[in-house]
């Protein structure tokens, strides 16, 4: 059985776990666009092939660079592909589509470092997430989710507005803030950043939080400043609150495709980040973008934002989103 059957009956509505099952809704309805651009080509693509040849082969790897996957990823699975249907003698093209969709699984689960969702929280003391990415990527929104989710399981969140650069960003995290009863630390206008997380390590520590979320500024012009705020943001953090940050997110937007993976590359370069949360996978028709930077960077992808509701940031699932951009494509 291949690995799309295998989802298919996994997530089929029939006697799936209710919890499962709005899970995975979010998912169909949130990578309808992608789907869309992937799955019906690939439905179109077997449809006009009976056998498969090296044009065959060339559309598919075109479709892969087009969902975003990345050329080099792109090209590697269609190498393998081409390797293995010879080897094996293969030709019909469902065949190859479910080897492919197979590949696209192993080199998720097997780039990098270990899959993991939820935060780790410490036994002992707050835990604190840092957030960055460029600005408009989704920072304070995701931010505002995760502090419902955190709530909602439980855990006593404060949250830090250190994005104080911008005009209104402080004033959007505040009504977020508001709206789910969640503590915040705000500092004045134009107030170093540091001095606002200072302020919320002390106040999280003091009051026994269990998480600290930090927002942070966006700008990205020059990699020196952003070094030296990441860094000062963190240094202080850690002074107040044993090896924090902890947990370290990048926000990448997924309508930005390929720029995304430069971006992510531009963090890594001066952030130690435990994990990306893509944002906006319902905007976009290029759902490969998780692929490619997970092939590119080794980090893992935490969660994954379907939608503008609080439940539409869900944690990120390879099984899910496989089967979210592959639904209704031939068996
Ligand atoms: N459709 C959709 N919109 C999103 C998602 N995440 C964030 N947004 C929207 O993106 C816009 C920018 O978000 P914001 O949090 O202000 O970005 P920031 O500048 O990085 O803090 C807002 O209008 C959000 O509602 C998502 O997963 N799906
Ligand atoms: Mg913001």
New binding site residues.
């Given amino acids: 059985m291949g690995l799309f059957s295998f989802l298919k009956n996994k997530f089929s509505k029939k006697g799936a776990p209710e919890q499962e099952k709005t899970s995975v809704e979010v998912y169909e309805k949130g990578m309808a666009k992608s789907r869309k651009a992937f799955a019906s080509r690939l439905d179109d693509l077997s449809k006009r092939y009976g056998k498969v040849n090296a044009e065959y082969f060339e559309e598919l790897e075109q479709i892969l660079i087009e969902s975003d996957v990345g050329v080099e990823l792109s090209i590697r699975l269609i190498e393998n592909l081409l390797d293995q249907a010879r080897k094996e003698k293969l030709t019909e093209p469902k065949q190859i589509n479910d080897l492919l969709v197979d590949a696209m699984f192993v080199d998720y689960a097997t780039s990098g470092e270990a899959i993991q969702n939820e935060i780790a929280f410490r036994e002992n003391g707050p835990t604190v997430l840092l957030v960055c990415?460029?600005?408009?990527?989704?920072?304070?929104?995701?931010i505002a989710k995760l502090a419902y989710r955190y709530q909602k399981q439980g855990k006593k969140v404060l949250l830090a507005a250190g994005?104080t650069f911008r005009a209104g960003?402080v004033e959007?995290l505040k009504v977020w803030a508001d709206r789910l009863k969640c503590e915040i630390v705000v500092g004045k206008p134009e107030e170093d950043p540091a001095s606002v997380a200072y302020q919320a390590a002390v106040k999280a520590k003091q009051s026994n939080y269990d998480l600290l979320i930090v927002?942070t500024a966006?700008r990205l012009q020059t990699k020196n400043n952003l070094m030296a705020e990441l860094g000062k943001i963190s240094r202080v953090l850690g002074k107040e609150i044993e090896d924090a940050p902890h947990e370290a997110f990048l926000?990448i937007d997924a309508t930005t495709g390929q720029n995304g993976v430069l971006q992510a590359k531009a963090f890594k370069e001066v952030t130690s980040l435990t994990g990306i949360v893509i944002?906006?996978?319902?905007?976009t028709s290029k759902g490969g973008i998780i692929l490619s930077i997970r092939d590119e960077l080794g980090l893992p992808v935490r969660f994954i934002?379907?939608?503008?509701k609080m439940e539409?940031?869900q944690e990120f699932d390879l099984d899910k989103y496989l089967y979210g951009l592959l639904l209704g494509s031939a068996e």
């Fill in positions: 990415g460029v600005n408009g990527v989704g920072k304070t929104t995701s994005d960003a959007q927002d966006g926000i944002t906006k996978m319902d905007g934002g379907l939608g503008e539409d940031l």
